[in-house]
């Protein structure tokens, strides 16, 4: 198992960065990297929520399906997809700062590999996947506080 944690401080209210980052919708607005998101439930946000998230990595599409398996309204969500042999397991957690309405938030991923390829590989790209979620988290930032 791999783990990559990244946080950074967004200078909005709790509120604006979980509705941010538990509606796929609101998340492809802010990341440009994710260029469509088709739901593969009726339901469109909570628990149990299903979608397919389609992103240019490289000079390439990758698409993958995600399910949120937990909800918590403005404490923390988490998504889990399988794909490539491996669980990825992304859990997002918004907290308020205390200074005039900044929150931080968090995001902490498992890789859990279960296939041998997996095994090999996923180590080998942990820098990759930081780096990518590292840019999501940046592109969430940027979104939110020029909103203001």
């Known amino acids: ?5 990244v946080s950074t401080t967004i200078l909005a209210p709790v509120d604006a960065v979980f509705d941010l980052i538990a509606d796929p919708v609101n998340y ?3 990341v440009p990297q994710i260029t469509k998101v088709e739901f593969l439930t009726e339901q469109r946000s909570g628990v149990g929520t299903r979608f397919r998230e389609t992103r240019e990595m490289g000079s390439r599409e990758a698409a993958t ?6 909800y ?7 998504m889990v997809s399988d794909a490539g042999g491996t669980i990825w397991d992304s859990v997002f957690t918004v907290t308020p700062t ?3 309405g900044a929150t931080e938030l968090q995001l902490v991923m498992e890789a859990r590999p279960y296939r041998l390829l997996a095994r090999v590989v996923v180590p080998l790209t942990k ?3 930081a780096k990518a979620v590292t840019g999501d988290m940046e ?4 979104y ?3 909103a203001r």
Not at 1 to 5: A, D, F, S
């Open 139 to 142: 592109a969430v930032k940027a």
């Open 28 to 30: 492809t607005r802010a």
């Open 1 to 5: 198992m791999t783990r990559t944690t």
């Open 144 to 146: 939110l506080e020029n």
């Open 98 to 100: 205390g200074d005039g």
């Open 72 to 78: 918590v309204k403005n404490e923390r969500v988490r």
């Open 65 to 70: 399906e995600l399910e949120v398996t937990e």
């Open 127 to 129: 820098r990759i996947v």
